[in-house]
T-cell receptor, first 114, second 116 residues
Framework: DTGVSQNPRHKITKRGQNVTFRCDPI?????LYWYRQTLGQGPEFLTYFQNEAQLEKSRLLSDRFSAERPKGSFSTLEIQRTEQGDSAMYLC????????????FGPGTRLTVT | AQSVTQPDIHITVSEGASLELRCNYSYGATPYLFWYVQSPGQGLQLLLK??????LVQGIKGFEAEFKRSQSSFNLRKPSVHWSDAAEYFCAVGPLSGGGADGLTFGKGTHLIIQP
């Protein structure tokens, strides 16, 4: 069990640029989640996948955000035309749908928009 | 909509002393409840969870939590803290909605400081 991995760990970008993050879940986990965490706050749910299907999107996920999980394994989260308000830690989690609720988190990608 | 309140933003405890971190939730049904810990540069680690049954649940690292339905609370306790327990602690409730989604709703966290 290598755990959930995320790349890159840190990303600095200029306002208006596009960025893409990758999440590799625990291999046998069929559910994958994205959260956003800003300073001094708890993580906020963005979206989740069951295998390759995106089943739920939060209202926090504006149309500049898109997430994919094309083969039901790794996932990408893309932010287009970044804004300073997008600066946050982006967390990925995964779980086996047979084990209710217990999500395993990756270390996160810290995005700084200048 | 569900919500989680962690009333204490910071708590300072002497090493070896007991600890209690408070968590109150608002939810329309019996929730799934979780406590996670986050150390600097680390991901969130699950300490313990409550789904049903015995209201006192044991977790890793010597932590326990008690579910009290009448108080809508799920407080985290540890009888004797160690310096390595200094971290950010998050209470969470799930699932997110009745539509089958199961994203978690987190509180804002409690920052635990351990005094030598």
């Amino acid at each position: 069990d290598t755990g959930v991995s995320q790349n890159p760990r840190h990303k600095i970008t200029k306002r208006g640029q596009n960025v893409t993050f990758r999440c590799d879940p625990i291999s046998e986990h069929n559910r994958l989640y994205w959260y956003r965490q800003t300073l001094g706050q708890g993580p906020e749910f963005l979206t989740y996948f069951q295998n390759e299907a995106q089943l739920e999107k939060s209202r926090l996920l504006s149309d500049r955000f898109s997430a994919e999980r094309p083969k039901g394994s790794f996932s990408t989260l893309e932010i287009q035309r970044t804004e300073q308000g997008d600066s946050a830690m982006y967390l990925c989690a995964s779980r086996d749908s047979g084990r209710a609720g217990e999500q395993y988190f990756g270390p996160g990608t810290r995005l700084t928009v200048t | 909509a569900q919500s989680v309140t962690q009333p204490d933003i910071h708590i300072t405890v002497s090493e070896g002393a007991s600890l209690e971190l408070r968590c109150n939730y608002s939810y329309g049904a019996t929730p799934y409840l979780f406590w996670y810990v986050q150390s600097p540069g680390q991901g969130l680690q699950l300490l313990l969870k409550y789904f049903s049954g015995d209201t006192l649940v044991q977790g890793i690292k010597g932590f326990e939590a008690e579910f009290k339905r009448s108080q809508s609370s799920f407080n985290l306790r540890k009888p004797s803290v160690h310096w390595s327990d200094a971290a950010e602690y998050f209470c969470a409730v799930g699932p997110l909605s009745g539509g089958g989604a199961d994203g978690l709703t987190f509180g804002k966290g409690t920052h635990l400081i351990i005094q030598p």
